[in-house]
């Protein structure tokens, strides 16, 4: 997997746009981006994932710079129930075995969203 | 609703008593998953199943025991728990093909 790197945590207003960035300048062309965040000791959350084309959801949009060298996840109106660690994975496409789908994250980002 | 679900959500029990911790998913997924989490240690796979009847070690598998007899069950067992498996632990499915994961809600053990 390409390693990514985030900023240990950022803070934003509730109901402002939380953009969230994420390098991963090793990644290959066979690698998608994935988000997920964890609440509190609650279950790790998927959020949104894309290989080279913008994407959007009903939670987020994800945004991937041309050369796919980082990427940024969109909250388009943060609320408190956002404040989260939002992790960033880099993954290739194609799962031969059951190791494969393994997930594993890194230090990831703490969002707090303010009042 | 899609939803992975998981009992008990909490759970004291002492040395040695056995135990499950069920789960299970409403999306037909063939491949499921567990894993517990640790403060420092993140998230480390226990043991996954590609569908009925076919389990697997994962990271850490050592005092564990699943089964899959049917594609919406993955329970975990612990057999002889001991305090080292005090732990977060949580329970995934997986759409296939993908690494999109859902997962439960997660159990709180506490072995004394």
């Known amino acids: 997997d390409a390693k990514t790197t985030q900023p240990p945590s950022m803070d934003c207003a509730e109901g402002r746009a939380a953009n969230l960035p994420c390098n991963h300048s090793?990644?290959?062309?066979?690698?998608?981006v994935y988000w997920y965040r964890q609440i509190h000791s609650q279950g790790p959350q998927y959020i949104i994932h894309?290989?080279?084309n913008n994407e959007t959801n009903e939670m987020a949009s994800l945004i991937i710079t041309e050369d796919r060298k980082s990427s940024t996840l969109i909250l388009p109106h943060a609320t408190l129930r956002d404040t989260a660690v939002y992790y960033c994975?880099?993954?290739?496409?194609?799962?031969?075995?059951?190791?494969?789908?393994?997930?594993?994250f890194g230090k990831g980002t703490l969002l707090t969203v303010n009042p | 609703e899609a939803q992975v679900t998981q009992n008990p959500r909490y759970l004291i029990t002492v040395t040695g008593k056995k135990l499950t911790v069920t789960c299970s998913q409403n999306?037909?997924?063939?491949?499921m998953s567990w894993y517990r989490q640790d403060p420092g240690l993140g998230l480390r796979q226990i043991y996954y199943s590609m569908n009925v009847e076919v389990t697997d070690k994962g990271d850490v598998p050592e005092g564990y025991k699943v089964s899959r007899k049917e594609k919406r069950n993955f329970p975990l067992i612990l057999e002889s728990p001991s305090p080292n498996q005090t732990s977060l632990y949580f329970c995934a499915s997986n759409v296939p093909g993908s690494l999109e994961q859902y997962f439960g809600p997660g159990t709180r053990l506490t072995v004394t």
């Open positions: 999306m037909n997924h063939e491949y």
């Open positions: 090793t990644i290959s062309g066979n690698e998608y």
């Open positions: 994975i880099v993954r290739v496409a194609t799962y031969s075995g059951g190791s494969n789908y393994k997930l594993t």
């Open positions: 894309g290989l080279k």
